[in-house]
T-cell receptor, first 111, second 114 residues
Framework: QQPVQSPQAVILREGEDAVINCSSS?????VHWYRQKHGEAPVFLMI?????EQKGHEKISASFNEKKQQSSLYLTASQLSYSGTYFC????????????FGQGTTLQVKP | DGGITQSPKYLFRKEGQNVTLSCEQN?????MYWYRQDPGQGLRLIYY???????QKGDIAEGYSVSREKKESFPLTVTSAQKNPTAFYLC?????????????FGDGTRLSIL
């Protein structure tokens, strides 16, 4: 049931772009994206709901393909502050708010 | 400011001992969740509660117990039956009943065995 994230890790230079994918074997009601710095709590980035929408948050955006049960997170013109581990959380129940998290993608942005 | 408070930040458990992790929120959220995170791993759900006096097991509930006597509070007890309790524990809450609402996380409790 755990969604699969790819890649597991990525190293970028400042200003480069990255894509993080999240793939589920179950039908999804929504996908939630979080970023976590080492030793800290996850910070909410965005939610993608059923309907295949795409959302943006400054230079970070995401898409959700309901039919393929996949979501992708796009980071453009990366900044040093983007470093951390990105998790997707998938909602397969629709009413409990219970999320199943992927194993995470570690992003390191270098100067 | 509203938020979620977890305490203590660090906790040490002796063998055979039960320990309780505190989670308090003043966001007026109905739903609360407990996750366990191991190094380099994602978050795994231990227990969750959608309403006071009711809670459900998550994926890894064995060796843990919870209570939900008040809306604001959702304490987690790590019992002696949990043989490998060393991990980072995160509590979260959200508005219940709306799929477009995120979970908000506390700062976590790091539990280690003495």
């Amino acid at each position: 049931q755990q969604p699969v994230q790819s890649p597991q890790a990525v190293i970028l230079r400042e200003g480069e772009d990255a894509v993080i994918n999240c793939s589920s074997s179950k039908a999804l009601y929504s996908v939630h994206w979080y970023r976590q710095k080492h030793g800290e709590a996850p910070v909410f980035l965005m939610i993608l709901l059923k309907g295949g929408e795409q959302k943006g948050h400054e230079k970070i955006s995401a898409s959700f393909n309901e039919k393929k049960q996949q979501s992708s997170l796009y980071l453009t013109a990366s900044q040093l502050s983007y470093s951390g581990t990105y998790f997707c959380g998938t909602d397969i129940s629709g009413n409990t708010g219970k999320l199943i998290f992927g194993q995470g993608t570690t992003l390191q942005v270098k100067p | 400011d509203g938020g979620i408070t977890q305490s203590p930040k660090y906790l040490f458990r002796k063998e055979g001992q039960n320990v309780t992790l505190s989670c308090e929120q003043n966001l007026n959220h109905d739903a609360m969740y407990w996750y366990r995170q191991d190094p380099g791993q994602g978050l795994r759900l231990i227990y969750y509660s959608q309403i006071v006096n009711d809670f459900q097991k998550g994926d890894i509930a064995e060796g843990y117990s919870v209570s939900r006597e008040k809306k604001e509070s959702f304490p987690l007890t790590v019992t002696s039956a949990q043989k490998n309790p060393t991990a980072f524990y995160l509590c979260a809450s959200r508005i219940q009943g709306r799929s477009n609402q995120p979970q908000h996380f506390g700062d976590g409790t790091r539990l280690s065995i003495l």
